[in-house]
């Protein structure tokens, strides 16, 4: 994993408290002390990560972190400030959501077709996974840019299972539905110059709100070519021995690979070492790790068969 000096993307996953975020960081670590200047990000809303680095990494922006031989940065995305560039890039008018705007243009009739393409509620109320969408889509820009193209490695903690997978598939849904506001919006724009001329009322949409949907959109289509490219991306599972764990996992892939996300490796964390000194909890936790890692053949062959 540390060879090469293309940039690699690492996103680890898994079940809720399995230790994604500790793992995460160990592999941030590891990269850094290895030659790679690296950047760990957290796109779980829960973050954890400041308390892995023993350091305050909260505000959103990059923080250099102590330590490591090569430069090791983090950054807590903050997922409420992408939901909000999300709404200002999707507002019609001032504030108002996109009903009121065509209501309020007695294109009522255009607001039922509205209803129908579920807009609107792409509109008032985004869908769970968008912000962290958003906000992985402004860390690629970011490290396109010439300040943070150093970064050899990006190792991105990922929330639990269930906001990972809508999150994979949240691209696809952005873009179509963005596609289809812009379109809607093409129809708006020419049916307002057309009642202007016979009203004369105000309330064209602005033209810059087409272009930061526009950017938006292409913003997605990047986040779901990373998720997908084999060449750069791997997604990481991380699991621990237990029969639940290694259920979800196994689901897991299933579905990375449904999404065609590049899955290959899986962390088996938190195995107990061998010890002679087991209080009784120990010892019923290891029999279960070895029950289930001997009758369920290797953990790995299992989770990624
Ligand atoms: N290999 C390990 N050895 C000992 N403790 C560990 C190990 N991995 C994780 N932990 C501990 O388990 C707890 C959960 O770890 P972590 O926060 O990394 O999991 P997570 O999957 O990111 O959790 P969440 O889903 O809540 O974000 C933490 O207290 C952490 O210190």
Redesign the pocket.
Known sequence: MVSGTKRKYYMLG??????????AASLAVKFANNGHPTLVVST?P?H?LS??FAQDLTGGTLVPVEGPYSPLFALELNPEKAKEEFRSATQISGGSGIKDFMDGMGLGVLAEQLGELKLGELLDTPPPGLDEAIAISKVMQFLDSQEYNMFTRVVF?T??TGHTLRLLSLPDFLDKSIGKILKLRQKIASATSAIKSVFGQEGTPKPDAADKLERLRERMIKVRELFRDTTSTEFII?TIPTVMAISESSRLCASLKKEDVPVKRLIA??VLPPSTSDCKFCAMKRKCASVVSSCNRHVKELVLQ
Request: charged share 25%.
């Open positions: 898994g079940k809720g408290g399995v230790g994604k975020t500790s793992c779980d829960a954890s308390d892995s903690d929330a639990p991380v964390n938190q």
